[in-house]
């Protein structure tokens, strides 16, 4: 049984996962941690819960989301997953994040590669990956179908998708990733946690979230 803890990190909000289960090893999901204070509240959780992180996973590679990267692969020792149609824009995490005047260390870029249809296995529990490209090419969910829960990074949001015009954005990718992948292999009874804002369930999005209704979808064509 996986148990799902949420920080909001960063300016941008973003929202970084701990998922643990009952052996008491966890992976940590896009750590933006950006102060010493974000750092220490992951380490105080991770402390307080007894918890052994094995790994670090990437959604994606966009600077939000890999901020505390290197926090967390020098605290834990632990080596980094991204789909490496991302490692790219690790690679550039630094440069960009100055762009926006803020200051992050060089995330590793000593990765293992993750593709759709692969695990990723953590104590008793495994994540499949699941790739959706469309807010960057290598994004990717981390679905678990026991437990019924799945991290979507800035794909699907409560309400809304992420942005496709950003540089390597994709909107016609992201549709049939919404629709293809989403709609169709994500059962409707499994609880979403999204890179931004509040968690949600496929059954509201499906019901209220536009770009996964029908009505919508069927304009395009997909
Ligand atoms: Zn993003
Ligand atoms: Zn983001």
Sequence with gaps: MITVKQFYFNDLRECCYVL??????????DPGISTKREGERLQQYIAENNL????????????????????????WNIPTYIHPADKNILKMAKATSQLFDIH??????????????????????SLKVISTPGHTRGSVLFYSSPDKICI???????????RT???????????SSLVDIIVRQIPHDTRIYPGHGPESTMVEELAHNPYLRKDTWLRFDI
């Excluded at 643990?20 to 999901?29: F, K, L, N, P, T």
């Excluded at 992180?53 to 020098?74: I, Q, S, Y």
């Excluded at 794909?155 to 809304?160: H, I, K, Q, V």
């Design 20 to 29: 643990s289960d009952e052996s008491g090893e966890c992976v940590i999901v």
């Design 52 to 75: 052994k992180p094995v790994k670090l996973l990437c959604t994606h590679g966009h600077f939000d989301h890999v901020m505390g990267n290197r926090f967390v692969t020098d605290a």
């Design 104 to 125: 992050i260390e060089d995330p590793s870029l000593d990765t293992v590669d993750i593709n759709g249809g692969d695990e990723v296995k953590f104590g008793n529990s």
């Design 152 to 162: 979507t990074g800035d794909t699907l949001f409560a309400g809304s998708c992420g």
């Design 165 to 175: 015009d950003l540089p390597e954005g994709d909107s016609k990718a992201m549709c």
